[in-house]
């Protein structure tokens, strides 16, 4: 095995590190759930659709994973408690989706790895 030019291997493992802390949060935390989860994190009160046109996903799978990352994924099954969503107070048929408490201090984790 070769090694890593030395800029490139630190880089690489502050990335390794960021993949190290989403799993820790959830095993099997899919990519899209994570991008959506930085979206958020940099865009508190972001709306659905536009977690949508700033992803590349479908609807489906944007409302899927804010979902799984909100307090219950079902009835029965709780989530990730990452974030939170809320009807719009000024257009009833969005929602405004922002980051928990946890999810906060995820991504203040996530953000001291960058540092």
Partial sequence: MTEAPTYKKMSM???FQLVQAL???HSDMQIETAQLFVLIAMNPGITMRELQDLSGQ???KVSRNVTIMSEWKTAEEP???LVMS????H???RKL???TSKGEE????????MS
């Fill in 23 to 25: 799993r820790e949060v």
């Fill in 13 to 15: 493992q502050r990335v």
């Fill in 58 to 60: 479908r609807q489906a």
């Fill in 79 to 81: 989530g990730l408690d």
């Fill in 91 to 93: 257009e009833r048929r």
């Fill in 106 to 113: 995820l991504a203040e984790r996530l953000a001291g790895l």
């Fill in 97 to 99: 989706v922002h980051l």
């Fill in 86 to 89: 809320e009807i719009d107070p």
